[in-house]
Antibody, heavy 118, light 108 residues
Framework: QVQLQQWGAGLLKPSETLSLTCAVY????????WSWIRQSPMKGLEWIGE???????NYNPSLKSRVTMSVDTSKKQFSLKLTSVTAADTAVYYC????????????WGQGTMVTVSS | SSEVTQDPAVSVALGQTVSITCQGD??????ASWYQQKPGQAPVLVIN???NRPSGIPDRFSGSNSGNTASLTITGAQAEDEADYYC???????????FGGGTQLTVL
């Protein structure tokens, strides 16, 4: 059974860079798109972007200028960096797997609460 | 604002049937998937973009599409179905993903 395990800093100050990593256990890294999705009371679920094993990325236009995603296929991990954070970036961040087989986000990480506060 | 919209809240009597809808122009040409989320937990896929249930999801959950509307139907709602439900599809460009605002389902 595929599991996603994510980690990263949970408390940031304004203008700092958010950094999260997600590891894939129990399944293949190839053949899927790996996404970051966040959830806040204000904006609900918001897709941040996706990356595949080749490093090809696709970002939400509203966040594109601040987002960078990367992969480490040898470790079956993918990462998110979001620069210049503000209080509006406070949210629970999830990593998730998208598969063309089911055309859906079929596996999710446990979520990481990220708070931006001075 | 989201490009796919949902009613904020819906209620259903125990054992009855309820449909949760998701509307948006992109749904005329793109599939929708549905997620259940209970407090403090990550979303769980209940209906995929092909209107199929993943393994382990009860067969009382089903999905359908008509025009600009996607629907999640629960036939014979159970107390454990009380949760927030989110639809997901492509945006109007077809290049990015969007989620509906979520529907809070109450089972009476």
């Amino acid at each position: 059974q595929v599991q996603l395990q994510q980690w990263g800093a949970g408390l940031l100050k304004p203008s700092e860079t958010l950094s999260l990593t997600c590891a894939v256990y129990g399944g293949s890294f190839s053949g899927y798109y790996w996404s970051w999705i966040r959830q806040s009371p204000m904006k609900g679920l918001e897709w941040i972007g996706e990356i595949n094993q080749s490093g090809s990325t696709n970002y939400n236009p509203s966040l594109k200028s601040r987002v960078t995603m990367s992969v480490d296929t040898s470790k079956k991990q993918f990462s998110l960096k979001l620069t210049s954070v503000t209080a509006a970036d406070t949210a629970v961040y999830y990593c998730a797997r998208w598969t063309i087989i089911s055309t859906a986000f079929d596996v999710w990480g446990q979520g990481t609460m990220v708070t931006v506060s001075s | 604002s989201s490009e796919v919209t949902q009613d904020p809240a819906v209620s259903v009597a125990l054992g009855q049937t309820v449909s949760i809808t998701c509307q948006g122009d992109s749904l005329r040409s793109h599939y929708a998937s549905w997620y259940q989320q209970k407090p403090g937990q990550a979303p769980v896929l209940v209906i995929n973009g092909k209107n199929n249930r993943p393994s382990g999801i009860p067969d009382r959950f089903s999905g359908s599409n008509s025009g600009n509307t996607a629907s999640l139907t629960i036939t014979g709602a159970q107390a454990e179905d009380e949760a927030d439900y989110y639809c997901n599809s492509r945006d109007s460009s077809g290049n990015h993903w969007v989620f509906g605002g979520g529907t809070q389902l109450t089972v009476l």
